[in-house]
């Protein structure tokens, strides 16, 4: 069954359009990332998953069910605006909302010091909201998400503001409630933190997809002929090979563009009786180069 | 249900701890106690020394020293923290200087009242006066004002009985016979528990209905002010969307609403209490009935529902306390009605302005409560139909209000206007 399904979902905000007949379907399972630059409507999207606002037009099903209120209780969300009740103490917040997802009794004050644990912020249990750094304060905003262990995971720019140990941290658990068979669907406008976690991905822009599909399929999909090298030795036969059309020196790398439908397996055979070979990787477009690509075209079509 | 408890429970606890709270619900119990404990020691006349007024006089009939002085020295030895000193002019030779003199004296700040007694003064039914001059006085003289004025009508009096020669035993008698003792008495409810009252027990009885009525006015005005500052707080905190992701916009207001509720209950159920206390200590015995607890509260919740809904809506509509303060003032105003026609009420509570206050929503907690507590009856077919109609207005306001906290409570930056909140309304 799907997580979430959106069917031709329309939103304009007075004149603005902010989402332009989206679809996109979220499977169970998988950590999905809605990626795209600010004011794509990344934001605006997770929102009316929530039922936060309404689509003007299209629908919205959660879990295969139309009202997302019935499935509260098996979401958690952490919107883009974080926010706690400043005075009180990092363990009454964790409680409260705990309580208010509907974890009671003993099992409320077992998920409450697990996760301060998990988050590494037993320490500060006591201390108040407002005493928190905000690396602190956003990994609070996240165990208040995930406290009741829910199915789907709505994280709205989860990792903006976050050290890279905490990014790290928060990415572990990300994949770990995967692994449990949980849904996490994220949106960021960093692609690097993107590629790392993603099963798929959602590219948006203008608050239209450009692209939506799963990660490996798109890098396989865009993978392109060009080989990155590190060698030792003379190198000047590598031009001469009939496979290779191009190279060019990078620093102490090599980048050698083959012909189409070239096998690379063949380049490391007659690089390895040649040279001694130290690293030899088959490029793969970054989500970053996608993203500039197809962003980039997208704006150039509108103009 | 759940969450809605929730919410109010933590709504409790934090507002609960807060310091304003603390100081709020102290402070007024204080400040009541006071004024009534001064009251009470103002009245036995036990104030501490003030200064000697001094009173320059000119007397151009030439003819009252000696009644003056008798005046005052009599009124000094019966009032020995707050004496009068008289310096009599010398008018023998020239009465324009002495005049002068006592004019000069006055505004230099050498004496505090200048009295000028007219030679005339002594004719009965003449035209001579007694003027008593002032210059910038000062507040805390006024009152002795009328002391002396009531001297130097003595002193003229005794004089006047003199030279009508009327014998002095006649005037004893006179103030004897004119000596009538009155006793006021509360019946109690046997014959040996009557009560003796003073004049600070009657002005507590016309207080009573004023009092439950001002009970009311803080208990809905003050926790009102605490729903807009905990709506405020989860607004520029942010917290708000993610108290929405799992619980509804009306969930969230009703916990608030019932929360707050609770804080109402308790801050007014100490007041009284507090109130009630003081009452017994001062030995004042207020009766009220279990009927009129039972209208209080209904009254009371009624009219606390009515308010904080509105401040739900004006609290998620704006951004800043300072934004709201604005939107605020037209409906403290309307709060504030009754405390400016309490006295007519009480007087008149069956009359023409106090029934239709009655039936006017915001209004009718605090009327009814005055009614009610003025001990005059009231229709029951009244107060059902004031408790309906304000029950409905409540259900109505409640409605408007989780449209309007439903949009504005996620609006930032903007205040909606009316228009905007029109829409609100209108969208199902």
Redesign the interface.
Known sequence: MDAVLLNNVHKSFGEVLAVNNLSVRVPTGSIYGFLGPNGAGKTTTLRMI?N??HPDTGRIQIFGDSSV?KA?AR?????E????????TVTKVLA??G???GLAGNELSRQVSRWLDRVDLTNWAPKKVEELSRGMHQKL?FA??AINGPELLILDEPFAGLDPINTDLLKAIMIEMRDEGKTVIFSTHVMHEAEKVCDSILLINKGRAVLDDNLAHIQSQRASNVVSVELEGDTGFIEKLPIVTAIKSNGHRLEISLVDNADTQELVKSLVSRVRVKRFEVKVPSLHEIFVELVGKGDAEDS | MQKILRVAQREYMETVKTKTFILGILMVPFIIGAIIFFTGRMARGKTGPQPTVKVAVADLSNALADEVKESFDSYNKDNPQRQINVNMLETQEDSDKADNQGRNKLRQGQVDVYVVLDNEILEVEGSGKIRLYTYKPKASNIDILWTIEDRFRKAVVNHRYKTQKIPEEFLTKLSEIRRVPVERLEMGSSDDKDRVQSDIDRALKMMVPFFFMYLIFMGIVGTGQHMISSVIEEKTSRVIEVLLSAVSPFQLMAGKILGLGGIGLTVVGLWAVAACITARWQGLDIDVTTEFVLYFVIYYILGFLLITSLLTAVGSICNTIKETQGMMMPIMMVFIIPLLAWFKVVRDPNGLMSRVFSFLPPLTPMVMILRLSSGSDILKVEIFASIVLLALTVLAAMWAAAKVFRTGILMYGKRLGLREIWLCLRQS
Do not use: C, H, N, S
């Open positions: 929530m936060i606002i209120d509260k979401i958690g969300y952490m919107p605006e974080r926010g706690l009740y400043r005075k009180m409260y909302f309580a208010l997802k905003q208040v998400t």
